[in-house]
């Protein structure tokens, strides 16, 4: 396959080439394209990332990153949520992308058990960027008075660098 010839190509290019099952980064596009052809100006990068959501060539997931159209990629091993129904809901409405929910929880390390994090009441919107992507991706498909067990891998929760000093770095997270 030739080489892109206008940005936007080449944004569409890196984001099949990065292959990120939660859709590739801004930054890691723009890195992509610098490091492969050349460095594009700002105002380009975003116009050509603009264009190519218009078009429908790639679909914006967020504010910050961007995927193929209907290719759903499989999260690659050790990167993604464990879930484990305790409890069945009720009802048929199962939460989505973009519902405001309202949950429960206690939050404990993986290792050693200790816990870090309770509320009796937490209020968030799934996929809005307000939480760890590991709870947006837990929480998704949960019905009324669900209760589920979620064991979040460190790139789903607070990554390498942790949240100090009651979540070290790469801790994996298990929520009630």
């Not at 937490?122 to 589920?148: A, L, S």
């Amino acid at each position: 396959m030739p080489d892109p010839k206008t940005l936007m190509g080449k944004c569409v290019a890196a984001v099949e080439a990065l292959a990120e099952p939660e859709g590739a980064s801004r930054v890691s596009i723009k890195k992509f394209v610098s490091a492969r052809w050349s460095e594009p100006s700002a105002v380009l990068f975003k116009k050509a990332l603009a264009k190519a959501v218009e078009k429908g060539e790639l679909e914006a997931r967020g504010t910050a990153r961007f995927a193929i159209p209907g290719l759903e990629l499989a999260p690659r091993p050790g990167e993604d949520v464990v879930i484990e129904v305790l409890a069945e809901g009720s009802g048929e409405v199962v939460a989505e992308r973009g519902d405001r929910v309202n949950v429960s929880y206690v939050g404990t390390l993986e290792e050693g058990g200790s816990e870090f994090d309770r509320a009796d009441s937490f209020d968030f919107t799934i996929d809005g960027g307000e939480v760890i992507k590991g709870w947006d991706k837990g929480v998704k498909g949960m019905k009324v008075g669900e209760k589920r067990r979620l064991v979040v891998p460190p790139k789903l929760g607070y990554g390498k660098k942790g949240s100090p000093p009651d979540i070290p770095g790469s801790a994996t997270l298990i929520f009630v």
